[in-house]
């Protein structure tokens, strides 16, 4: 008998499966996000659940794939832009390469189309062969940047890498500071929207609209450290590292943004990247852009990011034929 493939909605009842699929089929990478269930239950509910177009793949009735997809609301150039955002897409590793991603993806698009959204985007690295996919599907790289990276811990670094006897070399880069009477903490990343708002987008740029508040995740807190007019929100991510056949578990905290700048932002940095550490976090990461205005998160060498998209309506081509690539390394105008 043929193998029989079904696309269908992605529903509650899958969400109990998903962590092993995830996990599973990102398995051959060697350092990835660490799907969590309390991590995914947490991003179904704050906003894949309402968008209603994430798909599962069976084959034989069994749950071999599955692409999320979220809606929202972005602004480029003053109009405002719908965009279904994917992401994970996920086949696991006995089914990879046979073009399962390649028809979720289609019908993500179709059906992205048919809710109306301009754009479809996502994130991905360039180390994953994923984005060869991506561009065959006519994906555009609308940002490149680099991470940039702070060394919380030097012996849990080292571990994740395999090199528990580089712990002690690793350790004289920590990054290291006195928490500070002046900075305040508030829980939950989103907490402050009105900081949030002040930082400026960059020219050009698509400008993600704020979706809200997520859900508070009890074991991957986020905070927002504040300093008189400066502050930043961070949250932290279990990641999975896989140096030499081994999995190794650890913490890693993102700096999601920032707003102010001197002396203040400085001492916020400090104390947040402190506090992050205390809690357990290895190292802290930010995507370039927001990094560049961020003291502390210096360390270059991170993964390369790619932001890609594809217009799916006349706004969001007319619109992503006038965005300019962004590239760390070579800014746009
Ligand atoms: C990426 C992924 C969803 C694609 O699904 P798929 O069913 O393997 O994809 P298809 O068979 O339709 O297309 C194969 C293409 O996917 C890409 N690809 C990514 N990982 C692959 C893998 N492990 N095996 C084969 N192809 C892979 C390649 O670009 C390949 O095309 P190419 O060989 O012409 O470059 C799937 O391979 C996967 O789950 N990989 C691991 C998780 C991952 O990297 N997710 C995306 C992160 S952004």
Redesign the pocket.
Known sequence: MSDVLTLRPLLDADLPALPDLLNQ??A??DETQWYAPELLASAWQWEWQAARLSLAAEVNGQLV?ATLVALRRALHQGEPLLLAHV???????Q??????????LAAVEAAARAAGADLLT????ER??????YR?LGYRVVERSRTAIALLDGRRAAQALGKPWLGGLLALLESRGKPDAQVQFHDGADALPELRAQTPPRANALVELPLGPRPPMAQFPGFVAQCQDAALGLLTWPVIARPAGREVTMRVVQVLWSSGAGPALAKATVAALARAREEGAASAFALAGSARRVPGLLLPGGPRVLRMAKGISAAGERQLAAMQAWDEWAPGP
Do not use: D, I
């Not at 996502?122 to 690295?125: I, R």
């Open positions: 089929a990102f051959s990478h794939g992401g994970p897409v996920a086949v696991s590793a089914a990879q390469g046979q073009g399962l991603g390649t028809q979720m996502l994130g991905t690295e994953f062969p994923a984005h060869r996919l065959r």
